[in-house]
Each structure stands twice: as structure tokens, then as C-alpha cells.
């Protein structure tokens, strides 16, 4: 969401900024990341520090909207595009996984869950900085 805010920040221009956001969400996929298992929020939800990583996650995405929100909506809507993709696992868990049942498959599973060839605990190093970085250049935009 970070990232997708501050490429519609930067860009200023929706009809590329906000398909730039969307695509963005992939690029990040494709960095390291933290995680325990590609895609799986059953081995996730074993984990306590997932839950830690959650609530900040909750956290920064509140301060988020706040922050962007009063801004315009080209920004709001960046973020957006940039975290859409990700709605497939929640549903993908709440609705198949749960209840001991696999999800289906399609091309757009295959690839999300390919290109997340580093989702790791110790990858929470890189999401932190990365969101420190994010957060202070959307700070000096914003404040410009
Ligand atoms: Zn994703």
C-alpha cells in the first residue's frame, strides 16, 4: 500500500500511476519478504510474530489512510491497486483451506505464488526498512 501511495504521489499522472501501483504489488512479491510458506496462511497463523506483523501491519495501513485520505483519492486508490492482488489468500484460506480442502488453481495463482520465491521470517528486516524508507519519501512528498 506503501509503495502504491507513493508511486501515485510521485507519477501525478492516474492513467499511469495507478496501473504502475498495481504492478508494483508483483515487483514487491518478487523481493524478499516475510512469511513461512508461500501463500499459507495455515502455516502463518502458527506462528506468533505473524500476529505481531499483522497488528503493525493494521497499524501502518490506519496511519496510512489517514495520512493519504485527506490528500486525493488517486492517492487512496494507488494503495489500493497495490494490495488487491493479495486478496486471494484470505479468501483462498477462509473459504478452502480451513476447512482441510485445496483451493483452486488457476495461471494467476500459479504465477502469485511462483514469484514469492522468498517469503521468510528474516525477510521482516527488508520489510521494515523498506517501510521506514516508504514512509519518510510519502512524508516529504506530502510535506513539499
Ligand atoms: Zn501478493
Not at 499483522?54 to 494507488?78: E, M, R
Not at 483462498?92 to 502469485?112: I, K, N, Q, V
Not at 520489510?127 to 506530502?142: C, N, P, S
Given at each position: 500500500m506503501l509503495a502504491g501511495s507513493f508511486i501515485a504521489i510521485a507519477v501525478k499522472q492516474p492513467l499511469l500511476a495507478l496501473p504502475l501501483a498495481a504492478a508494483s504489488h508483483f515487483i514487491l512479491d518478487a523481493l524478499p519478504h516475510f512469511g513461512?510458506?508461500?501463500?499459507s496462511y495455515t502455516e502463518m497463523f502458527k506462528h506468533r510474530l505473524a500476529y505481531v506483523v499483522s497488528a503493525f501491519d493494521v497499524i501502518g495501513v490506519l496511519l496510512l489512510c489517514l495520512t493519504v485520505l485527506s490528500q486525493n483519492w488517486i492517492i487512496f486508490a494507488g494503495a489500493l491497486l497495490a494490495a488487491l492482488?493479495?486478496?486471494s489468500w484470505p479468501y483462498r484460506y477462509y473459504y478452502y483451506e480451513r476447512h482441510g480442502h485445496l483451493p483452486p488453481e488457476s495461471a494467476y495463482t500459479r504465477f502469485h505464488y511462483k514469484i514469492q520465491w522468498c517469503e521468510r521470517p528474516w525477510a521482516l528486516i527488508i520489510e521494515a526498512l523498506f517501510f521506514v524508507a516508504l514512509f519518510m519519501l510519502i512524508g516529504r512528498y506530502i510535506a513539499a
Amino acid at each position: 500500500m506503501l509503495a502504491g501511495s507513493f508511486i501515485a504521489i510521485a507519477v501525478k499522472q492516474p492513467l499511469l500511476a495507478l496501473p504502475l501501483a498495481a504492478a508494483s504489488h508483483f515487483i514487491l512479491d518478487a523481493l524478499p519478504h516475510f512469511g513461512y510458506r508461500r501463500g499459507s496462511y495455515t502455516e502463518m497463523f502458527k506462528h506468533r510474530l505473524a500476529y505481531v506483523v499483522s497488528a503493525f501491519d493494521v497499524i501502518g495501513v490506519l496511519l496510512l489512510c489517514l495520512t493519504v485520505l485527506s490528500q486525493n483519492w488517486i492517492i487512496f486508490a494507488g494503495a489500493l491497486l497495490a494490495a488487491l492482488p493479495d486478496i486471494s489468500w484470505p479468501y483462498r484460506y477462509y473459504y478452502y483451506e480451513r476447512h482441510g480442502h485445496l483451493p483452486p488453481e488457476s495461471a494467476y495463482t500459479r504465477f502469485h505464488y511462483k514469484i514469492q520465491w522468498c517469503e521468510r521470517p528474516w525477510a521482516l528486516i527488508i520489510e521494515a526498512l523498506f517501510f521506514v524508507a516508504l514512509f519518510m519519501l510519502i512524508g516529504r512528498y506530502i510535506a513539499a
